[in-house]
């Protein structure tokens, strides 16, 4: 997620280090936060690929700064992330929002509507938090009013992302290939 996140923010405009841990941050939220010794190796794993560049401009007030570009290669290779996400990237909210966040780098509308289509298989899978056996539990079922509470929100933040879902697929791929 945080090297999809730095080539996804970098695509739209270099930045330094600092500018772009706060906007990792506000991506990702307060649950997971962008620790300095955790986005400088990232930045310095995809410079040595090159897919990143740096360059130094003069500080505004001391020292100078290190502004980060994408190369060419990092604008193929978030658009080869984009297009064929890992199977977590999909599952897991926070890094589906960082996939969702960036999805508008890809140029072909039917690309963006497959990657929306695996997200839409995955949570019209029958799942739950709780289980009895292999058998998800509903909402209903459950005497623990907060875990009825938990699966509550869940079901409707997911009704409402289905909406979404159908809604984007249909106005990108009206066909469905």
């Known amino acids: 997620m945080l090297e999809l996140a730095i080539l996804g923010f970098l695509y739209d405009t270099p930045l330094h280090g600092?500018?772009?841990?706060?906007?990792?941050?506000?991506l990702a939220g307060h649950v997971r936060p962008v620790a300095e010794s955790t986005l400088y190796p990232a930045i310095?794993?995809?410079?040595t690929a090159g897919l990143l560049a740096?360059?130094?401009?003069p500080g505004?007030?001391?020292?100078?700064?290190?502004?980060?570009?994408l190369t060419e290669d990092g604008r193929r290779d978030l658009r080869r992330r984009l297009t064929e996400p890992v199977q977590r990237d999909i599952t897991d909210e926070n890094r589906w929002f960082t996939v969702l966040a960036f999805l508008r780098h890809l140029d072909d509308a039917p690309t963006q509507a497959a990657v929306l289509r695996r997200r839409l298989a995955f949570l019209e899978?029958?799942?739950?938090?709780?289980?009895e056996g292999d058998r998800p539990l509903?909402?209903?079922?459950l005497d623990d009013p907060f875990r009825r509470g938990i699966l509550a929100?869940?079901?409707a933040t997911s009704r409402a992302e289905l909406a979404w879902l159908r809604s984007m697929i249909d106005s990108l791929d009206p066909g469905g290939r």
């Open 60 to 69: 505004t007030v001391a020292a100078p700064r290190h502004v980060l570009t």
């Open 18 to 26: 600092y500018e772009l841990r706060k906007r990792i941050t506000a």
């Open 125 to 131: 899978e029958p799942a739950s938090f709780f289980y």
């Open 44 to 47: 310095k794993r995809l410079e």
């Open 54 to 57: 740096r360059t130094t401009e």
């Open 153 to 155: 929100i869940a079901r």
């Open 138 to 141: 509903r909402a209903e079922e």
